[in-house]
Every structure is written in structure tokens, then in C-alpha cells.
């Protein structure tokens, strides 16, 4: 059974830009929550999604958004740059919201310039 | 953000010494969780506990649940050079799927 993908693995913008981070779950898993992990803060969530629908939200600013297609797959949007955006950003995925275990995808490296 | 204080915050050890690492919490979890990260990876689940006082094992790691709820501990018997990486503890609280993370133990092993 494949694993959590997530693409770009690799991204540079620069302040001020927008990007847009994407992310497949394992097939058959229907919660996808996503975390950023810099090496001052740790990993901190950002939110999830179950069924199209955000379920919970971390302390981040309205410019992290994200949503959830019908088919589980899930994007992550961060408008107008700043440079502690600078992160890797970890997607993870649970058959559902109750489910405990959650399985990271390698994650989207992200530099702001 | 909140992370739950992990110690020590890193270790030197030679190949097949046993390493001991634990998390604590202000707040108290229903779940515990351990993983490990490689360099470039996502962190991978190792072992998963559900009840205070639970020890539960996975080859050569053994983890167990607090019985205040409030802190986990992580033994790697023998240890090896793959053993390299980071290892974040989680906890979980209610049916919600935030994990809570620690601030990470990095093992290094030597030969």
C-alpha cells in the first residue's frame, strides 16, 4: 500500500508570494491533518480535514488555509510569505478523526527568500 | 506553539548500550505516541499506547504509558546504527486528531 505523498518536496518563493501544497493520503484513509516543523517551534499542527470539512485548527494565522477534496486529498494554502514561514510542512493520515495513529508523509521543504 | 518536555535533548551512545529517553506533559493525553525521524523524512510511527500504566513493545523498543497521564517513556535495547534519527513523543487527547509533540531526543550511535 503506497504511503502519504506529498508534492513539491522542495519549494522556494520569495516574501510576499502565495504557495500551494498538496497532499494524498493512503488509500482508504479519509482524515488528513497537516503540521509545520521548524527547528525553533518543533511540530505544531495547523489543522485537519475529514470528510471535505475542517474538524480542528491550530494557532496559525488566517493566511494558512487549507481544504479537502472528495476524494481525500488535501491542499495546504500559505498567502503573502513571511520568512518564518520557512518550514517543512508534514502532512499526516488516519482512516479517520478517532483513528490514534496517524502516518506522516515525507514532507514539502518550503524557503522564503 | 505548546511541545511537551523531552529529555535528554540528545545522546551519544556506542552500539548495543540501551538508551532510556522520556516525555512529560502539564496536561494529561488518553493517547501516547512515539516516533522516529530520519533526516529529509516525515516522522514514522514506532509504538502507539491507549491506557495508563500500559507497556507495550515493537522488536528491541519498549514504550509505556504513564500512570499520571502525563508522561511516556521510550527503552531501545541493544542498540544499533539504523537507531540514528530523532524520536518525538505525541500526545493525544479525546477523539480530536491534533498531536501535541515533544521537542525531540537525537541519538546518535557510534561504533
Known amino acids: 500500500k503506497a504511503g502519504v505523498t506529498q508534492t513539491p518536496r522542495y519549494l522556494i518563493k520569495t516574501r510576499g508570494q502565495q504557495v500551494t501544497l498538496s497532499c494524498s493520503p493512503i488509500?482508504?484513509?479519509?482524515?488528513v491533518s497537516w503540521y509545520q516543523q521548524t527547528p525553533g517551534q518543533g511540530l505544531q499542527f495547523l489543522f485537519e480535514?475529514?470528510?471535505?470539512?475542517?474538524?480542528n485548527k491550530g494557532n496559525f494565522p488566517g493566511r494558512f488555509s487549507g481544504r479537502q477534496f472528495s476524494n481525500s486529498r488535501s491542499e495546504m494554502n500559505v498567502s503573502t510569505l513571511e520568512l518564518g514561514d520557512s518550514a517543512l510542512y508534514l502532512c499526516?493520515?488516519?482512516?479517520?478523526?478517532?483513528?490514534?495513529?496517524?502516518?506522516f508523509g515525507p514532507g514539502t521543504r518550503l524557503t522564503v527568500l | 506553539g505548546q511541545q511537551l518536555n523531552q529529555s535528554p535533548q540528545s545522546m551519544f551512545i556506542q552500539e548495543g548500550e540501551d538508551v532510556s529517553m522520556n516525555c512529560t506533559s502539564s496536561?494529561?493525553?488518553?493517547?501516547w505516541l512515539w516516533y522516529k525521524q530520519d533526516p529529509g523524512e516525515g516522522p514514522v510511527l514506532l509504538i502507539a499506547?491507549?491506557?495508563?500504566?500500559e507497556l507495550t513493545s515493537n522488536g528491541r523498543l519498549t514504550a509505556q504509558f504513564g500512570i499520571t497521564r502525563k508522561d511516556s517513556f521510550l527503552n531501545i535495547s541493544a542498540s544499533i546504527p539504523s537507531d540514528v534519527g530523532i524520536y518525538f513523543c505525541?500526545?493525544?487527547?479525546?477523539?480530536?486528531?491534533?498531536?501535541?509533540f515533544g521537542t525531540g531526543t537525537r541519538l546518535q550511535v557510534t561504533l
Open positions: 499526516a493520515s488516519s482512516p479517520l478523526p478517532t483513528s490514534n495513529e496517524q502516518f
Open positions: 488509500s482508504g484513509h479519509r482524515s
Open positions: 480535514y475529514f470528510s471535505e470539512t475542517q474538524r
Open positions: 496536561s494529561i493525553f488518553n493517547t
Open positions: 499506547l491507549y491506557k495508563a500504566g
Open positions: 505525541a500526545g493525544q487527547t479525546g477523539t480530536a486528531s491534533k498531536l501535541t
